[in-house]
């Protein structure tokens, strides 16, 4: 997409105003800590209740399917450390933390303190070339640009990007654990000591129970398929959201509200879909309004869709399955080299 059809920057700033007064008035804004308190309690019940099936069951191959609803629950307990990090669920800073670290760092092994600074970039640049870290994402190339870059077999694989993006994303739970235990090592994080100590327990059970319960080459299988499933799920949850959408240059000079609705897509759905992607499929009112709690989203989507159809702001919405063919035609046209720069 060029210059020319995003349109330039001009005075829309009280556009964005207009609708947040609309989104306000309406109530859309609003914590709603019965429907959190909700959802926490069935997660925890899931997973006390995988944990029982785990142990009474013991050393079988059948813990592969166990492995498997765990991985569902890691990334359901992933979907509500998201929503503490946009601050949804508290109204204060501490409390929503201390929700991200539990689930975060404690429950699924990821630093919560790392995610929620590059998910911030993100929300601040998104599809954004140089600034959202979500479209530099090695071994993968979002634009021409990327892709001419590669060399060797990073440029073989390029090519056949779109038919190994799954295939990839099954070692995505592994290079979140991996990314995460070098962000503590680091430093420059706001809870280091905590999230350190919460990394090394989340570990420590985790590895201590698989190897109790079960043998060797069982535990191995089992922790394969967990992290496999694990990444394949959560990848498969956020991948819809703006792959394939128009990418940002700095010379795109466009408001905010213009800059979230024309990069991020929607995926249509009833309640189940809500469930399974954690709310991410109302992706464009996510990304307008982040702090808005994940259950007022579906509330919310009525009123953006018709304002932006009154502005005349395009409101990219599609099936899950459509929104994944399109983000494969996506890195598709980018590996073969079927785009060229400015086509997005």
């Given at each position: 997409?060029?210059?020319?059809?995003?349109?330039?920057?001009?005075?829309?700033?009280?556009?964005?105003?207009?609708?947040?007064?609309?989104?306000?008035?309406?109530?859309?804004?609003?914590?709603?800590?019965?429907?959190?308190?909700?959802?926490?309690?069935?997660?925890?019940?899931?997973?006390?209740?995988?944990?029982?099936?785990?142990?009474?069951?013991?050393?079988?191959?059948?813990?592969?399917?166990?492995?498997?609803?765990?991985?569902?629950?890691?990334?359901?307990?992933?979907?509500?450390?998201?929503?503490?990090?946009?601050?949804?669920?508290?109204?204060?800073?501490?409390?929503?933390?201390?929700?991200?670290?539990?689930?975060?760092?404690?429950?699924?092994?990821?630093?919560?303190?790392?995610?929620?600074?590059?998910?911030?970039?993100?929300?601040?640049?998104?599809?954004?070339?140089?600034?959202?870290?979500?479209?530099?994402?090695?071994?993968?190339?979002?634009?021409?640009?990327?892709?001419?870059?590669?060399?060797?077999?990073?440029?073989?694989?390029v090519r056949h990007?779109?038919?190994?993006?799954?295939?990839?994303?099954?070692?995505?739970?592994?290079?979140?654990?991996?990314?995460?235990?070098?962000?503590?090592?680091?430093?420059?994080?706001?809870?280091?000591?905590?999230?350190?100590?919460?990394?090394?327990?989340?570990?420590?059970?985790?590895?201590?129970?698989?190897f109790l319960v079960?043998?060797?080459?069982?535990?191995?299988?089992?922790?394969?398929?967990?992290?496999?499933?694990?990444?394949?799920?959560?990848?498969?949850?956020?991948?819809?959201?703006?792959?394939?959408?128009?990418?940002?240059?700095?010379?795109?000079?466009?408001?905010?509200?213009?800059?979230?609705?024309?990069?991020?897509?929607?995926?249509?759905?009833?309640?189940?879909?809500?469930?399974?992607?954690?709310?991410?499929?109302?992706?464009?009112?996510?990304?307008?309004?982040?702090?808005?709690?994940?259950?007022?989203?579906?509330?919310?989507?009525?009123?953006?869709?018709?304002?932006?159809?009154?502005?005349?702001?395009?409101?990219?919405?599609?099936?899950?399955?459509?929104?994944?063919?399109?983000?494969?035609?996506?890195?598709?046209?980018?590996?073969?080299?079927?785009?060229?720069?400015?086509?997005?």
């Open positions: 997409m060029s210059n020319t059809d995003l349109g330039a920057r001009s005075d829309r700033g009280s556009e964005y105003a207009d609708l947040s007064r609309l989104v306000r008035g309406a109530g859309l804004l609003d914590r709603r800590p019965r429907y959190y308190a909700a959802r926490v309690t069935l997660v925890l019940v899931c997973l006390g209740a995988v944990g029982v099936i785990f142990v009474r069951l013991g050393p079988s191959w059948w813990q592969t399917a166990t492995a498997a609803a765990l991985a569902v629950l890691f990334a359901q307990l992933a979907f509500l450390g998201h929503d503490a990090g946009h601050r949804q669920i508290f109204r204060t800073r501490r409390a929503n933390d201390v929700v991200g670290l539990v689930c975060g760092n404690l429950l699924t092994g990821i630093s919560y303190g790392w995610w929620v600074d590059k998910h911030n970039r993100h929300h601040a640049h998104p599809n954004t070339e140089g600034r959202d870290p979500d479209i530099l994402v090695v071994p993968l190339s979002f634009t021409p640009a990327q892709a001419a870059t590669q060399r060797g077999l990073r440029a073989l694989f990007q779109a038919a190994l993006f799954f295939p990839v994303l099954l070692v995505e739970g592994l290079h979140l654990h991996g990314a995460s235990v070098r962000a503590v090592v680091r430093g420059g994080l706001r809870h280091r000591a905590t999230e350190a100590g919460l990394l090394v327990l989340h570990l420590a059970g985790y590895l201590a129970a698989v079960l043998s060797v080459p069982q535990a191995i299988v089992f922790i394969l398929v967990n992290q496999a499933v694990f990444g394949l799920y959560l990848g498969s949850s956020f991948a819809p959201n703006h792959k394939g959408m128009p990418i940002l240059t700095e010379a795109d000079d466009l408001d905010y509200l213009r800059r979230q609705v024309l990069t991020s897509r929607n995926v249509r759905g009833g309640r189940l879909v809500d469930a399974l992607l954690g709310g991410l499929n109302y992706q464009i009112e996510h990304h307008l309004f982040p702090s808005m709690p994940r259950p007022n989203l579906r509330d919310a989507q009525p009123l953006i869709r018709q304002f932006c159809a009154d502005h005349g702001i395009a409101y990219h919405e599609t099936t899950l399955t459509q929104s994944w063919a399109q983000g494969l035609a996506h890195l598709r046209a980018v590996g073969t080299g079927s785009t060229r720069p400015g086509d997005d």
